[in-house]
């Protein structure tokens, strides 16, 4: 079984800033992308940012120069530092791991509970 969880969220004023982490526990071969997604009330969830193993970091217009998505491949997590936060990044907020978890298995897609991110105008 492979996990996901997230944490860090919370309510803050907009300009403020918070920093989401994301740890994988499981089962784990190997980790390939890890990234986060959002997903507003009414809308669906989109990219805010992802990482692949050796590739280059992806990120969604609406954060670019204010979201940084890092890794730490030993300890399996991911995170999501969100600076000059908006009332629109307000969302509940998911990390997604693509999973290979054991040898010639097939790599999977796993999510995260979510967490809560509210911004205050």
């Known amino acids: 079984q492979v996990q996901l969880v997230e944490s860090g969220g919370g309510l803050v004023q907009a300009g403020g800033s918070l920093r989401l982490s994301c740890a994988a526990s499981?089962?784990?071969?190997?980790?390939?992308?890890m990234g986060w997604y959002r997903q507003a009330p009414g809308k669906q969830r989109e990219l805010v940012a992802v990482?692949?193993?050796?590739?280059?970091?992806n990120y969604a217009d609406a954060v670019t120069g204010r979201f940084t998505i890092s890794r730490d491949n030993a300890k399996k997590m991911v995170y999501l530092q969100m600076n000059s936060l908006k009332p629109e990044d307000t969302a509940v907020y998911y990390c997604?791991?693509?999973?290979?978890?054991?040898?010639?298995?097939?790599?999977?897609?796993?999510w995260g509970q979510g967490t809560q991110v509210a911004v205050s105008s």
């Open positions: 499981g089962t784990i071969k190997s980790i390939n992308a």
């Open positions: 990482m692949p193993t050796g590739g280059s970091t």
């Open positions: 997604k791991a693509t999973i290979v978890p054991r040898t010639l298995s097939p790599s999977s897609d796993y």
